[in-house]
């Protein structure tokens, strides 16, 4: 019985999705692994998408989904959200590279200044893992020291320092290829675990920086955080890379009232485009600066180079989106129909007596089924797949909620989960 349920799963897919399943055979041969993001891979195919708006995408054989990608985390209004598109194109139209300072980059820069409480200076980047390892850089600049810092399991992109801690053993990175001197100069502590902290503080006098995700962090937390890093002179770096402009404008730090040294920026920043940021002190992105004296600029500073970096299409896509999100009903009426979902999907788990929860903040949904009977990556894989059939997809068991979410798509979203979960105990998964 579980079997032949299994395999209906797989064939509906089959039959809803011939030219993506094609497609992934190209793939394959060109990508190793098939996919072009780790978070994106499926099997025994993924979706390719054809073209998406408001809150809807559309795969290659003409399959409609609502979508919780939601472009990793960076639309926050939904696909094309027309101010945004025409901004955009706009830009387009007038070039993509100046190769030049340019009037946008000034105004973007001036926003996330604005909007985020601790950014006294913005540094303009083109992507989260670059914020990220420049704001590790500047800790340990600024400082002097080196050591970081980091929250077990804490994902901060790709760079060879955020490999360290991810999962364990958390002192193993889970890449190969990262030298032993640099997974050295990280050290791993549990999320909410303030004397965790304050051991290594207490027993290493090398360290720079404290960087943490803030999602769900709670006041309390993070103020025992200010506080004994301000103590100990560590730079307190949050990555608000997917938090920043959605927990509420100013991010988590305006959201719990504790404001960081550095805040690491991308993903809304840019609206959709490729983009980042660094935000922070005004005297550590003094950093940056150049000086008359030869040997202070040789020795005294960090570089700011990067191609893309202030890209004058992702600053126009970033201003325009950054002028509507300063606005906080924005990021509330997102997290009201994140909370519509939630409750949805905790009565569907309730009456078809499946143990879990809809949690996450905002408008961050994480979906808890600890009793499934497939290992985590399997259990992933099928869930996505029972929501796919039924016109939904979604990123693991995790929902990214937008502003342009509406009342059709959460019924239909409450709806898929119903049946979702009934198919997969039906096949055994649960
Ligand atoms: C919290 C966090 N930090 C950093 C990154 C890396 O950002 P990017 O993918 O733009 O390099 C991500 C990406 O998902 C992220 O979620």
Same mark, same amino acid.
């Given at each position: 019985m579980a079997q032949v349920q299994s395999v209906s799963l797989d064939d509906e897919r089959a039959r809803q999705t011939p030219r993506s399943r094609e497609l992934y055979a190209r793939a394959q041969k060109v990508f190793v692994g098939g996919v072009?993001?780790?978070?994106?891979?499926? #099997?025994?195919?993924? *979706?390719?998408?054809?073209?998406?708006?408001?809150?809807?995408?559309?795969?290659?054989?003409?399959? /409609?989904?609502?979508? &919780?990608?939601?472009?990793?985390?960076? =639309?926050? !209004?939904?696909?094309? &959200?027309?101010?945004? =598109? /025409?901004?955009?194109?706009?830009?387009?139209?007038?070039?993509?590279? &100046?190769?030049?300072?340019? /009037? !946008? #980059?000034?105004?973007?820069? %001036? !926003?996330?200044?604005?909007?985020?409480?601790?950014?006294?200076?913005?540094?303009? =980047?083109?992507?989260?893992? %670059?914020?990220?390892?420049?704001?590790?850089r500047l800790a340990r600049a600024f400082t002097g020291k080196s050591k970081i810092v980091k929250i077990q399991g804490h994902f901060h992109g790709w760079h060879d320092y955020a490999t360290i801690a991810m999962q364990p053993p958390y002192d193993e990175p889970i890449a190969r290829g990262i030298p032993r001197a640099v997974a050295g100069t990280m050290i791993g502590v549990p999320f909410q675990d303030v004397a965790a902290v304050r051991q290594v503080l207490d027993a290493d006098p090398d360290v720079a920086g404290l960087i943490l995700l803030c999602n769900g962090a709670g006041t309390e937390y993070l103020q025992a955080l200010r506080d004994l890093t301000r103590e100990r002179g560590v730079a307190l770096i949050y990555d608000e890379v997917v938090t920043g402009f959605r927990y509420a404008p100013g991010g988590c730090q305006e959201y719990y009232g504790v404001a960081p040294d550095l805040t690491t920026l991308a993903k809304i920043l840019a609206g959709g485009m490729p983009g980042g940021a660094i935000g922070g002190r005004a005297d550590i992105l003094e950093l940056y600066r150049f000086h008359d004296d030869e040997q202070k600029n040789r020795f005294g500073r960090i570089p700011h180079p990067g191609t893309f970096n202030a890209n004058p299409v992702s600053a126009a896509a970033g201003i325009a989106t950054l002028e509507i999100v300063r606005d906080p009903a924005i990021q509330r009426k997102a997290a009201a129909t994140a909370d519509e979902i939630r409750a949805g999907f905790d009565e569907v788990l309730r009456r078809r007596g499946v143990e879990g929860q809809a949690g996450?903040?905002?408008? =961050?949904?994480? *979906?808890? !089924?600890?009793?499934?009977?497939?290992?985590?990556?399997?259990?992933?894989?099928?869930?996505?797949?029972?929501?796919?059939? #039924?016109?939904?997809?979604?990123?693991?068991?995790?929902? *990214?909620?937008s502003y342009v979410h509406g009342p059709r798509e959460v019924d239909q979203t409450i709806h898929a989960f119903d049946r979702a979960i009934e198919r997969l105990q039906g096949e055994g998964t649960l």
């Open positions: 072009t993001h780790d978070g994106r891979s499926m #099997e025994p195919h993924p *979706i390719y998408v054809a073209r998406a708006a408001g809150p809807r995408k559309w795969d290659v054989d003409g399959n /409609e989904y609502v979508d &919780y990608w939601s472009g990793h985390g960076a =639309l926050l !209004l939904g696909h094309n &959200y027309p101010p945004v =598109l /025409e901004a955009t194109v706009a830009q387009l139209q007038r070039g993509t590279h &100046y190769g030049a300072c340019h /009037e !946008l #980059e000034v105004r973007w820069g %001036e !926003l996330v200044q604005q909007i985020v409480p601790s950014a006294e200076r913005v540094k303009l =980047l083109s992507s989260g893992t %670059e914020a990220t390892m420049m704001a590790l996450g903040d905002v408008s =961050l949904i994480g *979906i808890r !089924l600890p009793k499934a009977r497939v290992p985590a990556r399997q259990l992933t894989y099928r869930f996505r797949a029972a929501m796919q059939v #039924e016109g939904v997809d979604l990123s693991g068991l995790s929902l *990214i909620v």
